[in-house]
């Protein structure tokens, strides 16, 4: 099998999954950069939140919806940090690129307008007679996706933090 490299015993490399490791997940760029893009957007509408309403909202932290859309800051961050790493004309990148504009025009197209669909009903509902069977259901959750602007705003987000990241991992030399 060969020398494990680290003076131990040898039984690291008789597993075929000896170089795995769960710290490696925090040098994988891509993935800390999109998880801080989703981190920073929740948190700017939790703190939005606080300011705008007087009231702290924790469901803000994990919802969708808002100012600035964590969809995009999250697949935009990851699209342009597998641009820095692999190169803008990699496949990798066109795949991420491709899929951050699936997901924002998700955000702001289909599951916008859900949300509106969402609201008509919730007011028919409310409306009914006591006695109708549908008076009694749980409304619909209404804030499901992203205007325009809050999906601009959560992309412009996601390549901040991935350039700052890109920046950051230059300077330290971790490149």
């Given at each position: 099998m060969g020398d494990d490299g680290g003076g131990g015993d040898g039984a690291a490399s008789a597993s075929p999954d000896a170089g795995f490791s769960y710290f490696a997940v925090f040098h994988n760029y891509p993935l800390?950069?999109?998880l801080l893009g989703f981190a920073v957007a929740q948190s700017i509408k939790f703190f939005v939140t606080r300011y705008k309403e007087n009231r702290w909202d924790p469901k803000q932290l994990i919802g969708s919806g808002g100012m600035p859309s964590s969809h995009s800051a999250t697949v935009t961050a990851l699209a342009v940090a597998?641009?820095?790493?692999?190169g803008f004309g990699s496949a990798l990148f066109a795949t991420a690129a491709i899929f951050a504009s699936v997901v924002m025009y998700d955000a702001s197209g289909i599951r916008l307008h859900a949300g509106k669909q969402a609201e008509v009903l919730n007011q028919?509902?409310?409306e009914l007679p006591a006695e109708h069977p549908l008076s009694e259901t749980r409304p619909l959750r209404e804030l499901l996706g992203h205007t325009p602007t809050q999906v601009v705003a959560g992309a412009l987000l996601g390549c901040m933090l991935a350039t700052a990241g890109q920046m950051f991992l230059a300077v330290t030399g971790a490149v």
């Open positions: 800390v950069a999109a597998i641009g820095f790493q692999d028919i509902v409310c």
